[in-house]
């Protein structure tokens, strides 16, 4: 299969395995390396994750729904493994798909936040993801549905495409997937318009052509292991669906009967992939996974308890109380999975490790999950966790949730559950920091009150100090990562027939050794490629790294202004078989250097990175693109030119030697700072990757500090903003008046 076994460039004969085609596009010479094909007859298990949107834990017959009819989950129940304990490691949907998807809980992960509280919501390079673990042993990877993560731009390491996804169909955005007709969804790095539903006409149901979506990439790949993550934006708010007669005799509110509907479809969705898999055949060879991202919700007037959506429990969607967190998990596969119940206390920072035993991949070591493969094949049971913990910063409120909390849903808050033992606890200021008798504690013994209702904090105060003292040790205000996979490391320019270096590592981020270790570099074609030193090994220990560099040259003919990809691929062979792992960059060849006195907003950057949104121009309101809010304004004095970005950010431009200064104010806007005070970054700005300035933290409080720099002779200007405290809220921060003089 040359889609999966072609990708080398460089110089990695060395390993002495069967040569590989370059393809058109490649500049260098053709490679050699490690062929992940399978031997006959030991074909891996395909997979299918479906996550539902705010599915509760009592939404289904199979968990004691009454009301709402979900035949073909229920059947998946009984014929599969039904988890009793399993959790969601948010109360919120993005901190909860990004741990589900990298493998660590929420004191841990990158994402810590919805969007809408004011978090960057992004991943980065340094995420590995399952897609990423399964796609390096051959698998064919897609995720079509909510994504979730910003910004909704292609071309940055948090779209899916560089975090393991071969194929995306749906919405990268966050707040885009609460849409149900939408004007266009994403396919791979284009946004395709649905021109039936322009002008706000409800005509195409998006989730219909996710469901069609997936059962063709069923199709498409049926012959080769493949993963599926199906992510449809249903049952979450609002309760649109084309057709709820299903529950038109039913005396409830319109936003109710849409809602019954919607879990319904999600259910006949679940059931159309299963017979798709039977109709090919492929239903001994598949394993189904199917949760949900956290309790049930209750915005748009859907009343979550006329269907009792979150069983026994006590809480909902935004509450760390067991209703906000513990969700339905179904695992099915004829052959591959036993039938019957589990109560193994399951979080969903299980999946990455136990897609990766049972694909045979290797798995990064720094996981906060646990594999649950031996589990789910009836062996001796699979290794239980010590503790689970959750964390919760979110400023939106509904009034269930806030009444379930004690009027504090938007107080920072956190919880953990070890055995049976279940502790929350509330910040009374919206720092972490603060000192552990300053947190209002709560502590349940969910063996004898699975509702939540009896608080023993006062008879166990022993327990409830070691459950506190288990969450202080759960969180990092930063978690460095160990490295795994391939990486690349690229400049910023590439100027016409000159040379620059490219360096790429391979890190063996397992627990074991891998062997025939290399890594080969693609160009655009016509470019020049020289490994400057070995870019093989013969071993590489667990921990270890592999660095290879390359002179790279484009011709002196390459078209200014133009972003040129460049992809790396390391290759291996682990002790589960052969592994690929590419890394994708890209160079960007110069806009021309300003011939006068210019606002960097009037100039095309040569890149721009946001953590959240778009980088605007000349407009700053921390969310939406450019003039469609209030222009920059710092202690009420209001500037006409400037950039609003968010943090982490980094914008670079193409000075060519030509500017003599460079001035601007810098600071968290007006705007930003009456959502919100706790905004808190810091600024720097580099000419030619020298840092010329760093200032103090910038809060709402301090105002912006004026830039003032001699840029004589720097060639790239980077300008950069940081978060300053480990928290990425309403980290919103304006460059006002960025201007360059010329010499």
């Not at 085609?21 to 891996?44: F, I, K, L, N, Y």
């Not at 990004?98 to 978090?119: E, F, I």
């Not at 790294?545 to 040129?564: E, G, N």
Request: proline share 7%; hydrophobic share 40%; glycine share 10%.
């Amino acid at each position: 299969m040359s889609s999966r076994r072609t990708f080398l460039a460089g110089s990695t004969a060395a390993l002495g395995l069967s040569a590989v085609p370059a393809g058109p596009a490649q500049a260098a010479p053709s490679a050699q390396g490690v062929d992940t094909a399978e031997p006959s007859g030991t074909r891996p298990p395909n997979f299918v994750v479906v996550l539902a949107d705010d599915l509760g834990y009592g939404s289904l017959g199979a968990y004691g729904q009454k009301l709402i009819t979900t035949s073909r989950l229920d059947r998946l129940a009984a014929e599969g493994l039904r988890f009793t304990d399993a959790y969601s490691t948010a109360a919120v949907c993005a901190p909860s798909r990004c741990s589900l998807l990298t493998g660590l809980h929420t004191g841990h992960s990158r994402v810590r936040a919805n969007p809408s509280s004011g978090g960057q919501g992004s991943l980065t390079s340094d995420d590995t993801t399952f897609a990423e673990v399964l796609r390096a042993r051959g698998y064919r990877t897609a995720v079509i549905g909510k994504w979730g993560f910003g910004p909704e731009a292609a071309g940055q390491e948090s779209h899916p495409a560089a975090r393991g996804f071969e194929e995306f169909y749906g919405y990268i955005d966050h707040g885009h997937a609460h849409q149900y007709y939408p004007a266009y969804l994403w396919h791979n790095d284009v946004k395709e318009p649905i021109p039936a539903n322009a002008g706000g006409v409800k005509a195409v149901y998006a989730p219909d052509l996710l469901e069609q979506r997936a059962l063709d990439f069923i199709r498409a790949h049926a012959s080769e292991p493949f993963l599926l993550l199906l992510t449809p934006n249903v049952p979450h708010a609002p309760s649109d669906i084309p057709d709820s007669r299903a529950y038109a005799d039913r005396s409830w509110s319109a936003a109710d009967k849409g809602h019954a509907a919607q879990v319904t479809y999600f259910d006949s969705l679940v059931g159309k992939v299963v017979d798709r898999l039977r109709e090919l055949g492929l239903e001994q060879d598949t394993i189904v996974l199917v949760t949900s991202d956290n309790g049930p919700h209750e915005e748009g007037g859907v009343n979550p308890d006329l269907f009792d959506a979150n069983g026994p429990l006590r809480g909902y969607k935004r509450n760390l109380y067991e209703g906000g967190v513990r969700v339905p998990l179904i695992a099915w596969g004829p052959g591959r999975v036993r039938q019957g119940t589990s109560d193994r206390p399951t979080p969903l920072t299980d999946v990455l490790p136990t897609l990766a035993e049972l694909g045979g991949a290797p798995s990064p070591t720094d996981l906060d999950g646990l594999s649950a493969a031996p589990l789910l094949a009836g062996r001796a049971d699979s290794a239980r966790h010590g503790h689970l913990y959750w964390f919760r910063d979110e400023w939106g409120v509904t009034a269930r949730a806030d009444a379930q909390d004690g009027r504090r849903a938007t107080w920072l808050a956190e919880a953990v559950r070890r055995d049976n033992w279940k502790a929350v606890r509330f910040a009374p200021e919206r720092d972490h920091r603060l000192p552990d008798d300053t947190w209002q504690v709560e502590l349940y013994d969910l063996a004898t009150d699975l509702g939540e209702t009896r608080d023993v904090v006062d008879r166990y105060p022993a327990k409830a100090a070691e459950l506190v003292a288990l969450m202080r040790s759960s969180w990092k205000d930063a978690y460095p990562r160990t490295p795994f996979g391939a990486r690349l490391t690229l400049p910023r320019l590439a100027v016409p027939g000159k040379a620059f270096t490219v360096t790429a590592t391979l890190d063996n981020g397992s627990a074991r050794p891998w062997t025939v270790a290399g890594l080969g570099l693609r160009a655009p074609a016509g470019w020049t490629v020289t490994a400057t030193g070995p870019t093989t090994a013969d071993r590489l220990a667990a921990g270890g790294r592999l660095t290879a560099s390359w002179k790279v040259t484009p011709p002196a003919h390459t078209a200014a202004a133009t972003a040129w990809p460049l992809t790396v691929e390391g290759s291996a062979r682990t002790p589960a078989g052969p592994v690929r792992y590419p890394a994708t960059g890209t160079v960007t060849t110069p806009p021309p250097a300003p011939t006068r006195d210019s606002y960097l907003s009037d100039l095309s950057w040569i890149s721009a990175t946001n953590g959240w949104g778009p980088v605007e121009r000349d407009a700053s309101n921390g969310k939406n693109a450019a003039g469609d809010g209030p222009l920059i304004s710092f202690g009420g004095t209001t500037h006409a030119k400037g950039l609003g970005v968010h943090a982490p950010s980094d914008i670079a431009y193409h000075l060519g030697g030509a500017a003599v200064r460079f001035t601007s104010l810098v600071g968290i806007d007006d705007f930003s700072a009456r959502q919100s005070s706790v905004g808190a970054t810091r600024a720097k700005v580099y000419g030619d990757d020298r840092v010329l300035l760093t200032t103090p933290t910038l809060t709402a409080a301090t105002g912006p500090v004026q830039v003032d720099l001699d840029v004589r002779g720097v060639r790239v200007l980077r300008l950069v903003v940081e978060d300053a405290d480990n928290r990425t809220s309403f980290d919103h921060t304006s460059w006002a008046l960025a201007h360059v003089t010329v010499g």
